[in-house]
């Protein structure tokens, strides 16, 4: 069973199918827009500036991203759409200690990745966290894929028979620590560990 949930970013970008050509171009547009960020902050960045530094036409760039929040949005889903698959061990057993060890260390594995996509790049880490707030078109398609793509590692780390309710409960504590972490009230290292903390809480059996 594999939570890996991504198309292949070469044919299925942010708005529609991509030549290869077209796919580079996106890459391009999506390097150059960490590099904007780290540059100037989430809020000097624009898509004119992002398409200059990458080399691109204005036009060519907004045909692929309506707003920089889109374009933001577009880069923390391609560092979670690249993280490996998630490992499931043995989900068949009935449950014991043991499995319920097993399955808190994969959810804590699978947030921990999930937080730490940005913390090495504060900047960053800003813009996805307001980017990825916006209301746009474009971004409530991403962010659906995000939400999707997040919870589906999760369900393949606690396994078959995972608790809806532990799910969703696991869910909410991911995006208020993500929230917490993307407004500056702690580092992301810390809110990993706290996450972390909260985890174990949730999860059911022995701890």
């Known amino acids: 069973m594999s939570g890996h949930v991504s198309g292949d970013l070469t044919t299925e970008p942010t708005r529609r199918r ?6 580079d171009t996106v890459r391009r547009l999506t390097d150059a827009a960490v590099e904007e960020v780290r540059d100037t902050g989430y809020e000097g960045l624009t ?19 309506a707003s920089k929040n889109h374009l933001i949005t577009e880069v923390f889903w ?5 993280l490996p698959d998630v490992e499931t061990g043995d ?6 200690s043991d499995v319920s060890d097993g399955a808190a260390a994969r959810v804590v594995r699978v947030l921990r990745e999930i937080v730490l996509l940005v913390s090495d ?7 996805c966290t307001t980017a990825m707030l916006g209301t746009d078109p474009d971004v409530r398609e991403l962010r659906g894929r995000i939400g999707a793509a ?3 590692r999760l369900r393949a780390a606690l396994g078959e028979h995972a608790d809806p309710a532990v799910l969703g409960a696991l869910e909410m504590a991911y995006s208020g620590a993500l929230l917490q972490a993307g407004m500056g009230y ?9 996450l972390a903390g909260a985890a174990r809480l949730i999860l059911p059996g022995p701890r």
């Open 186 to 194: 702690t580092s992301y290292a810390r809110i990993a560990d706290r």
């Open 18 to 23: 991509l030549t290869p050509r077209q796919a």
């Open 121 to 127: 790049e504060p900047e960053l880490a800003a813009a």
């Open 91 to 96: 989900a068949g057993g009935a449950g014991g």
């Open 47 to 65: 898509v004119r500036n992002v398409a200059r530094r990458a080399g691109v036409a204005p036009a060519t760039a907004y045909t692929y991203f």
């Open 150 to 152: 997040i919870r589906a």
């Open 78 to 82: 391609r560092r979670l759409s690249a």
